[in-house]
């Protein structure tokens, strides 16, 4: 299955619980830090929700 590489760009201090919870979810615990996760509706979702704090790699 095809695969997203995303990098958190800013931190999650003063984001709201969801959101944070969101970042961990996607496997994302520090700044610059970049994960692959799979390209699911899901992930999609997810990676919209928190959109402001990353960025996709290409």
């Not at 590489?5 to 970042?23: E, F, N, W, Y």
């Not at 979810?25 to 899901?42: F, R």
Request: a positive charge.
């Amino acid at each position: 299955m095809a695969t997203i590489k995303i990098k958190q760009i800013k931190s999650r201090i003063g984001a709201p619980v969801d959101q944070k919870r969101t970042l961990i979810a996607l496997g994302l615990h520090k700044i610059s830090q970049v994960v692959e996760v799979e390209d699911t509706p899901s992930n999609r979702g997810m990676i919209r929700k928190v959109f402001h704090l990353v960025e996709e790699v290409k």
